[in-house]
């Protein structure tokens, strides 16, 4: 990234029993393109008994994109999907007027040492598809386009760069891109990019006019166009964005709206337990205290 214009670092959090590391929303940028939360969780080892549990709770708004380096989650939702993530693939559930998911350890994991490690992402919705019907849409590692070029590896997770196009069904222009170098290289690809954009580095470092950046950092760009850094050997980072929205996103909590009145109706809607529900789970994340409600108008 020749054009630097913010750096993030991660900042710790807890998410059910799972501590991770926060990258978005900062309080300096809420936003990048229409990506509007991402969670680092682990790397972690778990012991015999322990386990990953987020119970049902819900969501609006936004598209959630799972993506696993290590280890395995098991996700339900209140459409009926019942999905186990393992890496290299990616769960895109779409979230719309309204639905729950759970995520935990599978079942024949429970009672054994496992790890786990990945990253947890929001994709805010266009204003006009902020009330479309919910969906669920699972990619394996295969469906996903990688290639090599110059003795590096790209894999383009989601949406448009490169000539190519992810299958993950997105809803606004936009891109999320994982580079791998196992030696020193001198990446270009700003003719790929738009809008706005950010780099995150996983491992390794780079390297940008004389200044190096270790990992659990994102690296907001001031112009995507002119995205350039050199990768040391051993490195993996990953680049999202895409065009902006012309309108400001509010974030309650698991709820993402262009405005506060979708934010609460749902949370009514989830104080009164009127979400959809997963079939088979009894178990639900409260809404966070202080919960006030406005006044319906």
């Known amino acids: 990234m020749s054009n630097i214009q913010l750096i993030i670092e991660?900042?710790?959090?807890?998410?059910?029993?799972?501590?991770?590391?926060?990258?978005?929303?900062?309080?300096?940028?809420?936003?990048?393109?229409?990506?509007?939360f991402i969670d680092h969780m682990g790397p972690h080892k778990l012991s015999d008994h322990e386990n990953f549990d987020v119970p049902p709770h819900p969501h609006i708004g936004l598209s959630t994109l799972t993506y696993l380096f290590e280890g395995s989650i098991m996700h339900r939702d209140s459409?009926?999907?019942?999905?186990?993530?393992?890496?290299?693939e990616v769960n895109w559930m779409t979230s719309g007027n309204g639905i729950v998911h759970s995520e935990r350890t599978p079942e024949?994991?429970?009672?054994?040492?496992?790890?786990?490690?990945?990253?947890q992402i929001w994709v805010a919705l266009p204003k006009h598809l902020e009330q479309m019907?919910?969906?669920f849409h699972h990619a394996s590692d295969h469906e996903i386009p990688h290639w090599q070029q110059d003795?590096?590896?790209?894999?383009?997770?989601?949406?448009?760069a490169f000539g190519k196009k992810s299958p993950v069904p997105v809803y606004s222009p936009l891109y999320f891109i994982e580079i791998k170098s196992f030696e020193k290289k001198t990446i270009s690809i700003g003719h790929e990019l738009f809008g706005e954009s950010a780099l995150y580095i996983l491992e390794g470092s780079i390297e940008s006019n004389g200044n190096?950046?270790?990992p659990k950092h994102i690296l907001v760009a001031t112009d995507a166009k002119l995205c350039e850094f050199t990768m040391q050997a051993n490195t993996s980072v990953y680049i999202f964005g895409g065009e902006a929205f012309p309108e400001e996103r509010f974030i309650?909590?698991?709820?993402?709206?262009?405005?506060?009145?979708?934010i609460e109706d749902a949370k009514r809607r989830w104080i009164e337990q009127t979400f959809p529900k997963i079939d088979g789970e009894t178990e639900f994340v409260p809404l966070p205290e202080p919960n006030p409600l406005k006044p319906k108008q």
């Open 10 to 36: 991660e900042r710790p959090s807890i998410v059910g029993n799972f501590m991770v590391g926060r990258l978005l929303p900062f309080r300096e940028k809420r936003t990048v393109g229409p990506f509007a």
């Open 79 to 88: 459409l009926g999907s019942e999905v186990e993530i393992k890496p290299g």
């Open 108 to 119: 024949y994991l429970r009672h054994s040492e496992k790890s786990l490690h990945g990253l």
């Open 133 to 135: 019907e919910p969906n």
């Open 151 to 160: 003795g590096v590896s790209f894999k383009l997770i989601a949406g448009e």
């Open 212 to 214: 190096v950046y270790e």
């Open 252 to 262: 309650f909590w698991n709820f993402v709206a262009s405005n506060h009145e979708l």
